[in-house]
């Protein structure tokens, strides 16, 4: 996969170019931004979540668009992460999954919710590349069990937004 590519800051990384961080309004407005995102695709993707799992697996329009929204709050995740690793001078990640270990080494979060999203980092993957073959009863399993990880970062994230904002 893919590490962090925003503002061409991987590259930089790999040419061995150091890159001053500046914290500024537009940086902070950014990042509020993908943290709104990744909320309203909690909230949608927990939504879908409200029906029975009969339902849900029968349902075409259902879980297609569940597992949507379950790649979408996982990309908003790690666009998330990203941005404040960017932000914060730290390595560049050399996978979406390691954009998880990355805030674990710097202390940001901790191991296990860094190992449980790291989780959504790979089935993000499966969503992407694998959607022809999806088990829409993983997907639900993941609306009714696996959100607070997501919930969790968020709200680590509103403390860095809350953090920055004084």
Same mark, same amino acid.
């Given at each position: 996969?893919?590490?962090?590519?925003?503002?061409?800051?991987?590259?930089?990384?790999?040419?061995?170019?150091?890159?001053?961080?500046?914290r500024t309004m537009v940086d902070q407005e950014i990042f509020s931004r993908r943290l709104g995102a990744l909320d309203a695709y909690l909230e949608r993707?927990?939504?879908?979540?409200?029906?029975?799992? %009969?339902?849900?697996?029968? %349902?075409? $329009? /259902?879980?297609?668009?569940?597992?949507?929204?379950?790649?979408?709050? $996982?990309?908003?995740?790690?666009?998330?992460?990203?941005?404040?690793? $960017? %932000?914060?001078?730290?390595?560049t990640p050399e996978s979406n999954r390691d954009t998880f270990s990355v805030l674990e080494e710097a202390g940001a979060i901790d191991a296990n919710l860094?190992?449980?999203?790291?989780?959504?980092?790979?089935?993000?993957?499966?969503?992407?590349?694998?959607?022809?073959? /999806?088990?829409?009863?993983?997907?639900?399993? $993941?609306?009714?069990?696996?959100?607070?990880?997501?919930?969790?970062?968020?709200?680590?994230?509103?403390?860095?937004?809350?953090?920055?904002?004084?």
């Amino acid at each position: 996969m893919r590490g962090w590519r925003g503002c061409g800051a991987g590259k930089q990384a790999k040419r061995g170019v150091q890159r001053e961080v500046q914290r500024t309004m537009v940086d902070q407005e950014i990042f509020s931004r993908r943290l709104g995102a990744l909320d309203a695709y909690l909230e949608r993707a927990e939504r879908l979540g409200e029906v029975n799992e %009969e339902a849900f697996l029968a %349902e075409p $329009a /259902v879980h297609d668009l569940a597992e949507r929204y379950l790649h979408l709050v $996982a990309e908003a995740a790690i666009d998330v992460a990203n941005h404040w690793i $960017a %932000e914060s001078g730290l390595r560049t990640p050399e996978s979406n999954r390691d954009t998880f270990s990355v805030l674990e080494e710097a202390g940001a979060i901790d191991a296990n919710l860094a190992e449980r999203l790291r989780g959504w980092a790979g089935f993000r993957n499966v969503l992407l590349h694998q959607y022809a073959n /999806v088990d829409h009863r993983v997907s639900y399993r $993941a609306i009714q069990d696996e959100l607070g990880a997501l919930k969790e970062l968020r709200d680590w994230a509103l403390g860095v937004l809350d953090d920055d904002a004084v």
